[in-house]
C-alpha cells in the first residue's frame, strides 16, 4: 500500500529505553487530521519495543510515502537524526520532516545542519502536514503556512508560530495510531491530556513558548478517554501541564465524570500554589490518586530569580492537605536550580526526607532552547559544558550544564545522595 505519510517514532537511548513509555500524542493529533481529510498514514514504532530503524526496516511501506514524518524529543535526539538519514536515503522523494519540543526552537540551525531534513514542525503543527499535502508537497507554496520551517530554493523559510483554531475544532485524536495493546502490557495507565500550555512562565520550562494556553472541551477530552477505556486502559496519567489550573476547570471535569458514572482513577500534574482543601477534596472524590509537583527547589530567591510563582514559604502547609486526603504526591526537583547552593541542597534533601513523598525525581539541571535560561545563561549563573547537550547521548549520564554554584560533580553527587537520603 502506498501511504501520504509514514510517522516513525524512533527508539529512546539505551539507558532510557525502560523510561517512560508514552506515545507521542502530537503523532496521534496530526494522524487524526489527516485521517478526517482522507489522506493515509502509518506509524513504524521503533520506541516500544526499543529497536533501531535498520532492524524494522521490514515494516516501512515498500512505496515510497510522500512525506516521512519523525518524533524527536531529548530522549531520542541523535535516534531520530540517524532514522532521518536513513530515511531520506530509502525514499529519496519524499519529504523528511522533524517534530518535537527541542528542534521546535532550533528549526534554523537543524535544517543548516543537517542537508537531509527538508522541514521541522514548530509547536502545535497540527494541520500542516495536511497543508502541505494539500499543496502537493511543494514547499514553495507553503508561504501561508504557520508553524513549519522548511528549505526552499536554497533558504530556509521560518513562518513562525500562530493559533487561529481551537482544541475543539480538531478531530478525536487518532491513539490506535500505536499499537495499544503493547502499550496496555507495558503499563495499564495511558497519557491523555485536555489542554496545552501553562499559566505560569517559569524561566527553565518551554512549555509556555511552544504552546499558548488552550484547553478542549470535557465531551472531547472524554471522548478520547473512552476509545483506550475500549482498548483496555483503567487509568489515566492526565499530561496537561497542570490540569486543575482553576477550580471551575475541575469542577467541569468532575460533573462529567460523576454524571458519566466513570470511575477509573487518574493522576496529574499540579502546580503547588494551586494546592487547597477544596481542590484536592474533590480530585479525590473523583478518581484521583496521585499528583505530580514540580517543587523544583527550597530557596524562595531562586524561585524568583526562575519565576517559578509558588510561594515556597507555604510548602509544608501545601503538603500537610495531600496527606490529609491521602492523595499520593510526586515530588520532583531540579538539583542545580540557578542561585541554589550546597546547603540549599542538604537543606531540599533533609526536606524531602521528612515530607516523605510517595515518589521524587532530582533531575538534575538542562537548559532548553525556547527559555530564558538557554537564551541568556549568564543572568542565571548557568555554565555549560555544551549548550547543545542534547546531541550527546552522554547527557543522561553525567550533567552538561551546572552552575557557577554547583560544579557538575557537585550536581551528580546531590541527584544522588538525595534519593538515597529520601530511601533510607
Ligand atoms: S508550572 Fe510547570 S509546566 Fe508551567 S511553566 Fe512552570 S515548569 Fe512549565
Not at 41 to 50: A, E, P, Q, R, W
Not at 204 to 225: Q, R
Not at 314 to 336: N, P, Q, T
Request: aromatic share 12%; net charge negative; hydrophobic share 35%.
Amino acid at each position: 500500500m502506498k501511504y501520504d505519510v509514514l510517522f516513525v517514532h524512533p527508539q529512546n537511548y539505551g539507558n532510557l529505553q525502560t523510561y517512560l513509555k508514552l506515545p507521542s500524542l502530537e503523532l496521534c493529533q496530526i494522524s487524526a487530521v489527516l485521517n478526517q481529510n482522507g489522506y493515509s498514514n502509518k506509524l513504524v514504532d521503533c520506541f516500544i519495543d526499543g529497536r533501531d530503524i535498520q532492524e524494522l526496516d521490514n515494516m516501512l511501506p515498500i512505496e515510497s510515502p510522500r512525506i516521512v514524518l519523525i518524533y524527536c524529543s531529548e530522549y531520542n535526539h541523535i535516534n531520530a537524526l540517524h532514522t532521518a538519514y536513513y530515511l531520506a536515503q530509502r525514499y529519496p522523494n519524499a519529504l523528511i520532516g522533524i517534530l518535537g519540543m527541542i528542534v521546535t526552537f532550533i528549526p534554523e540551525y537543524l535544517l543548516k545542519r543537517y542537508p537531509f531534513i527538508d522541514f521541522v514542525l514548530l509547536g502545535n503543527a497540527d494541520y500542516v502536514i495536511k497543508d502541505i499535502l494539500e499543496r502537493d508537497n511543494k514547499l514553495s507554496c507553503c508561504q501561508d503556512i504557520k508553524n513549519v520551517c522548511y528549505k526552499c530554493g536554497g533558504k530556509i523559510i521560518n513562518n513562525g508560530m500562530n493559533y487561529n483554531y481551537s482544541l475543539n475544532d480538531l478531530p478525536t485524536s487518532n491513539r490506535e495510531l500505536y499499537d495499544l495493546k503493547k502499550y496496555h502490557f507495558h503499563s495499564p495507565e495511558a497519557i491523555v491530556r485536555s489542554s496545552r500550555g501553562c499559566p505560569s512562565h517559569c524561566a527553565f520550562c518551554n512549555k509556555t513558548a511552544y504552546s499558548p494556553l488552550m484547553v478542549e472541551s470535557m465531551k472531547n477530552f472524554f471522548s478520547e478517554i473512552d476509545i483506550l477505556i475500549k482498548n483496555g486502559f483503567n487509568q489515566f496519567f492526565f499530561a496537561d501541564d497542570t490540569f486543575a489550573f482553576t477550580y471551575y476547570r475541575l469542577l467541569e471535569f468532575c460533573d462529567y465524570y460523576r454524571n458519566h458514572n466513570y470511575s477509573f482513577r487518574w493522576t496529574s500534574n499540579l502546580r503547588l500554589n494551586d494546592i487547597t482543601d477544596e481542590l484536592i477534596s474533590k480530585m479525590k472524590e473523583n478518581g484521583a490518586y496521585r499528583v505530580f509537583i514540580g517543587i523544583e527547589t527550597l530557596n524562595h530567591k531562586s524561585c524568583e530569580l526562575v519565576d517559578k510563582t509558588q510561594n515556597i514559604l507555604d510548602l509544608e502547609s501545601r503538603i500537610d492537605i495531600l496527606k490529609k486526603h491521602k492523595m499520593e504526591f510526586h515530588a520532583s526537583l531540579i538539583v542545580g536550580n540557578p542561585g541554589d547552593t550546597i546547603e540549599d541542597l542538604e537543606h531540599t534533601s533533609k526536606f524531602i526526607r521528612k515530607i516523605q513523598p510517595t515518589l521524587a525525581t532530582f533531575n538534575t539541571i538542562k537548559v532548553y532552547p525556547g527559555t530564558p535560561l538557554y537564551d541568556n545563561p549568564d543572568q542565571y549563573g548557568i555554565l555549560a559544558e555544551d549548550m547543545m547537550w542534547f546531541e550527546n547521548p552522554d547527557w543522561n549520564k553525567r550533567p552538561m550544564i551546572y552552575t557557577k554554584d554547583l560544579s557538575p560533580e557537585q550536581i551528580a553527587f546531590y541527584s544522588r545522595k538525595m534519593m538515597v537520603d529520601m530511601l533510607i
